[in-house]
């Protein structure tokens, strides 16, 4: 009795026992069971974009830099074919053994080492680093067909910009150039840690490098598990930088490009009635294909250290004296104020005396009597010497605003140097120095402070051609296809009669014998121009100089 009650005892606990145990496992089954209806079915959506994610990489590619023309359509900056080499770090076990491999094949600088192997310290494993580039066909080739023993190196076709011009262009387009540490420094566009990317320095390309840049597109790629490519599933190649045209016309470019070949000299042709230049030169130049590919020492220095400053854009940047180009703003400040009429005779005798100094003029025995138009005709000194102590600095100072001098004119270049116009109060607060009437004299002849480059020259000669209309010069016509529109042109409050008779002095100048320039006149029966001969002197002239008429030479 009492074994049958012990086994039924222990039957009950078994039984319990047994019941617990399912009930344990029937819970975890249950709990199993329901994790995985969550992973597997709610789930399911992110973890097969995670896999996915495995799978295919998603590359960004560069988009193609917008092209520059002229008026006309000709290519000023286009792109073409860049072939090169990238290493990916985190694809071999030894990167300097894939360089010296490489090295067998095209020639790689210490230089290029050394940066190479800082930037593999410095950036993520999967980034592509640029090894070289702009390579000939023969060694692009010869490095596919040896890429399976160049562990982490990637043979690639990209683009890489080009000007068709080289130095003729040089100033006005710009160049690119590799993207700097400074570049990446904020900056939140991808694009720029792509290898091989270029961003804008100079000119057009740095002026309009948000809308020249365009949008990047990217590459689907499938990959195994060591991350190597298996193939390329989708491509969108984005969307190309605009389209920028600007006013310039590359066969006068080209002209005068060539008259000033060799020389230190600015060139500036512009439309006098909008503004529009024509031609742009700063010579000597330089090719701003090195700049994209990359200068070497030798080259970079062949630059900096050249006398006659290729890199410098003269024409924005240039701040020159004047000379006698300045004598037209002298006259119209007198004529304005009233002190002298056009008609008025002022005689020269070769010189002027204020105190204990000279004034000479550049004709050694003087003029004689001339009258305005005989004075911008032949250049005369003493004839500005006497209306600019007539007028006053302060009057002179104020024509020169509104011709533009002394102020920053282009809308869309950069660069621009603003010159000097001199007055009072400008003396005054830089030096602590009264003005003397002396310094008016210098100034009457475009010399002294007077400080003008050859952009605002050239602004100042075409609104004095067009009667005295405020054009502003400007470049960019259209970008991505839409025309910018013209600056207002403002009129400039002068008398017409005044104006024309300075148009007549500039067109003695050219056109009437005895005029300083009659030998550069035009040789066509149709067509005529005016101008004015100028020549700022850089060191004082000695009286023996002066006797043997260096003055008159230099005029």
């Known amino acids: 009795m009492a074994l049958d009650d012990r086994d039924a005892d222990k039957q009950k606990m078994f039984s319990r026992r047994a019941a617990i145990l399912g009930g344990g496992q029937l819970a975890l089954f249950t709990v199993l069971a329901g994790r995985m209806y969550y992973l597997q079915v709610i789930e399911s959506q992110e973890y097969e974009i995670l896999a996915e994610e495995n799978r295919v990489n998603v590359r960004l590619l560069p988009p193609l830099r917008g092209e520059i023309l002229d008026r006309f359509g000709e290519k000023l900056a286009s792109n073409r074919q860049n072939f090169r080499v990238v290493l990916i770090p985190e694809q071999t076990d030894d990167v300097e053994t894939t360089l010296d491999k490489l090295s067998e094949i095209i020639p790689i600088s210490d230089r290029t080492r050394k940066r190479l192997l800082r930037e593999v310290r410095q950036k993520r494993g999967f980034v592509p680093l640029t090894v070289a580039e702009n390579l000939e066909w023969e060694s692009f080739a010869e490095i596919n067909i040896h890429t399976p023993d160049l562990p982490g190196l990637q043979p690639e076709v990209g683009d890489t910009r080009h000007y068709p011009y080289g130095e003729d262009l040089a100033h006005v387009v710009g160049y690119v150039a590799a993207v700097t540490d400074k570049d990446l420094e904020g900056a939140n566009d991808p694009l720029l840690q792509l290898p091989g990317f270029r961003v804008g320095r100079s000119g057009v390309e740095r002026l309009l490098e948000n809308e020249l840049r365009g949008r990047a597109g990217n590459s689907r790629v499938e990959v195994n598990a060591f991350g ?60 701003p294909n090195l700049f994209n590919v990359g200068l070497s020492q030798a080259e970079w220095d062949g630059l900096t250290n050249n006398e006659l400053n290729p890199l410098v854009n003269k024409t924005l940047a240039g701040q020159y004296p004047p000379g006698s180009t300045y004598k037209m703003i002298v006259a119209l400040a ?28 550049w ?15 032949q ?43 001199p007055s009072r109060g400008g003396k005054r607060a830089t030096t602590g120095i009264s003005w003397q009437q002396g310094e008016t004299l210098n100034a009457s002849i475009g010399q002294g402070y007077v400080l003008t480059t050859p952009l605002q020259l050239a602004t100042m000669a075409a609104r004095i051609a067009n009667g005295g209309n405020g054009i502003r010069p400007w470049l960019v016509r259209s970008v991505g296809g839409q025309l910018r529109q013209m600056p207002q042109v403002v009129p400039m409050g002068i008398d017409p009669a005044h104006m024309k008779v300075i148009q007549d002095g500039m067109d003695a100048v050219v056109n009437i014998p005895g005029g300083t320039a009659f030998r550069s006149r ?26 043997r008429g260096v003055l008159k030479n230099n005029e």
Request: net charge neutral; hydrophobic share 40%.
């Open 228 to 287: 190597r490519v298996i193939r390329e599933l989708a491509k969108d190649p984005g969307t190309p930088g605009d389209e920028v045209v600007l006013t310039l016309d590359m066969d006068i470019q080209r002209y005068a490009t060539e008259r000033v070949r060799g020389e230190s000299a600015s060139v500036v042709v512009m439309d006098v009635l909008t503004g529009e230049l024509v031609s742009i030169v700063s010579a000597p130049g330089f090719d």
């Open 334 to 361: 007198a004529l304005e104020a009233g002190v002298i009429s056009p008609r008025r005779m002022i005689s020269c005798t070769g010189k002027v005396t204020l105190g204990n100094h000279d004034f000479h003029c």
């Open 522 to 547: 035009l040789p066509l029966e149709n067509a005529s121009m005016a101008g004015k001969t100028g020549t700022a002197l850089v060191r004082r002239i000695s009286r023996e100089e002066r006797a």
């Open 363 to 377: 004709k050694r025995g003087g003029h004689g009597p001339v009258n305005m138009v005989e004075a911008i005709k």
């Open 379 to 421: 250049s005369c000194n003493v004839y500005f010497y006497d209306i600019g102590k007539r007028v006053g600095i302060d009057k002179i100072e104020e024509m020169s605003r509104r011709f533009g001098l002394g102020d920053q004119l282009a809308i869309d270049m950069a660069g621009e140097k603003s010159g000097l116009v």
